[in-house]
């Protein structure tokens, strides 16, 4: 199970393109400046950490230390 409160995204990084709220909606959302940030509350059952984390080209989203 992948929880949004794991999971971080690097603004900088991040180029609004949305394949982690497309592909994951129940770990992602777009912030207000049409940015990923990942879902506090959200979790996914059949994710695994590492195909979220790879989804990003950008390579945006990591694990909380």
Request: glycine share 6%.
């Amino acid at each position: 199970m992948v929880k949004g409160s794991d999971l971080k995204v690097d603004k900088k990084k991040c180029i609004a393109c949305g394949a982690c709220v497309a592909s994951y909606e129940e770990l992602f959302k777009f912030d207000e400046d049409g940015k990923s940030e990942p879902i506090a509350d959200g979790e996914c059952e059949d994710c695994e950490i590492a195909d979220v984390l790879e989804i990003c080209p950008q390579n945006a989203i990591s694990k909380k230390s």
